[in-house]
């Protein structure tokens, strides 16, 4: 999206009527990198407020084919023949908040593969125009396969601090883009 609103569609009913910013809607943002003690930080009311916390992105045009690869490993996945890594990333699958609501990535999607790997790694806006990481929140990210623990049928891991999140709990990924055939030249 070129601009940002805090809520930025439209609930439409079959009977041609369209409501804007009901008080229980909810978008998601993807935030930016590394927040200084969010769990303290009051909603956000303004969008000067709010836009420091709202992650950019750049749309680029090409015809490179473009896919991601999870591991569901703690390695980093080779690209098949013919294409070549664009990037390596932590395996993201989606987000959940207040009220069983959320939204996901389709694995094959390069939006499934994160480059860094932070928390939390969105900020949710409510339909009363303020946005905020509320305690509820969850990310959801592509576990690595362990060896289970006994009696838990692959469940039980526990991973605290960033460090072992990364380094044992999360699947990698590559995103990967076909190479483009070499230009002929004719002289």
Known sequence: MEE????????????????????????????????????A????KTEDDILPYISRCVVCSGVQYTMARHS?????????????????????????GGGGVGGGQ??????SCMENFFLPSFIECVGRGMCSYYVNNLDYWLAAKKDPVPGMFGMGNIYNGLDQIQNEGLSRCSVCGKKLPAKKRFF
Request: net charge negative; proline share 6%.
């Open 4 to 39: 940002f609103q805090v809520m930025p569609f439209l609930q439409c009913g079959s009977r041609n009527v369209c409501q804007h910013g009901q008080r229980t809607d909810k978008s998601f943002w993807l935030t930016t990198n590394g927040q200084d003690d969010i769990k």
């Open 41 to 44: 930080m009051a909603p956000l």
């Open 72 to 96: 569901y490993s703690n390695d980093i996945p080779d690209c098949p023949q013919n294409f070549e890594r664009l990037w390596a990333g932590y395996s993201y699958l989606m987000v959940s």
């Open 106 to 111: 389709d694995l094959g999607g390069i939006g």
